[in-house]
């Protein structure tokens, strides 16, 4: 199943196409679907990232799945990014600095954790324009729903303002003697606050949520309250 699965997302062929060697045989005992589908998002397309990144995951004596991979490869769980997300929307501080403390104090590379919350954006952002957002996005069906329901507390002036940011501050922190960790909360106290910002982007974005808001009265749902 594995081999079946990275063949299809790697654009490979089927299992005879990988020429195994005799060591690289073991891997075929990784039959976890999740962490076969992780590496292939990894290696979005390349098969040689893909086996070696198979390589290194069985590497050991541990069972091979989503959560090792991840931490071999450092990446975020769809559960915590979705947690930033959220708690982005409440404009929860105190969250975000616990996420932002988490990564941090478990030795991952916060620019790598950065770049998946950046591609979350981009999947919200596709949620919120295309009623086929599925066809485009790899997710399962739960991770779509998950998703879906996020999506709808922001609107797609805010995803790019957010977006904008996010890449400015991936930006900074790549650049030589930077605080990542200092960036990253900055950033986020940006997004949480946009008085902060007096960009015309952020402008725009205000009012896009004022006619959101007026949209809910309109309808006699209740308004959301800031914190």
Same mark, same amino acid.
């Given at each position: 199943?594995?081999?079946?699965?990275? @063949?299809?997302?790697?654009?490979?062929?089927?299992a005879?196409?990988?020429?195994?060697?005799?060591g690289?045989?073991?891997?075929?005992?990784?039959?976890?679907?999740?962490?076969? $589908?992780?590496i292939?998002?990894?290696?979005q397309?390349?098969?040689?990232?893909?086996l070696?990144?198979?390589?290194?995951?069985?590497?050991?004596?541990?069972? %091979?799945t989503? @959560?090792?991979?991840?931490?071999?490869?450092?990446?975020?769980?769809?559960?915590? $990014?979705?947690?930033?997300?959220?708690a982005?929307?409440? #404009?929860?501080?105190?969250?975000?600095?616990?996420?932002?403390?988490?990564?941090v104090?478990s030795?991952r590379?916060?620019?790598?954790?950065?770049?998946?919350?950046?591609?979350?954006?981009?999947?919200?952002?596709?949620?919120?324009?295309?009623?086929?957002?599925?066809?485009?996005?790899?997710?399962?069906v739960?991770?779509?729903?998950?998703?879906? %329901?996020?999506?709808a507390?922001?609107d #797609?002036?805010?995803?790019?303002n957010?977006?904008k940011?996010?890449?400015n501050?991936?930006?900074a922190m790549?650049?030589?003697g930077?605080?990542?960790?200092?960036? @990253?909360?900055? @950033?986020l106290i940006?997004?949480?606050?946009?008085r902060?910002d007096?960009?015309?982007?952020?402008?725009?974005?205000?009012?896009?949520?004022?006619?959101?808001?007026?949209?809910?009265?309109?309808?006699?749902n209740p308004?959301p309250?800031?914190?």
């Amino acid at each position: 199943i594995l081999f079946n699965i990275l @063949a299809v997302f790697s654009k490979g062929g089927g299992a005879d196409d990988l020429n195994l060697t005799p060591g690289q045989g073991r891997l075929q005992d990784i039959g976890r679907i999740h962490a076969a $589908l992780r590496i292939a998002r990894i290696a979005q397309g390349g098969m040689r990232d893909a086996l070696s990144l198979l390589e290194l995951c069985a590497g050991g004596d541990r069972a %091979a799945t989503e @959560a090792l991979v991840r931490e071999v490869t450092g990446a975020s769980s769809r559960e915590q $990014l979705a947690e930033t997300v959220s708690a982005i929307a409440r #404009r929860d501080c105190a969250t975000l600095f616990a996420i932002v403390d988490e990564v941090v104090t478990s030795s991952r590379d916060i620019s790598v954790f950065w770049q998946d919350l950046i591609a979350f954006y981009r999947d919200m952002l596709v949620m919120l324009s295309t009623p086929d957002a599925p066809r485009y996005l790899d997710l399962t069906v739960n991770e779509a729903e998950q998703l879906s %329901a996020l999506s709808a507390q922001f609107d #797609r002036e805010t995803i790019l303002n957010h977006t904008k940011h996010l890449e400015n501050a991936l930006a900074a922190m790549q650049r030589s003697g930077s605080i990542k960790r200092m960036c @990253a909360e900055l @950033a986020l106290i940006r997004l949480c606050d946009p008085r902060l910002d007096n960009s015309t982007e952020a402008l725009l974005n205000r009012v896009a949520d004022l006619e959101r808001r007026l949209a809910l009265m309109a309808a006699g749902n209740p308004i959301p309250v800031e914190q």
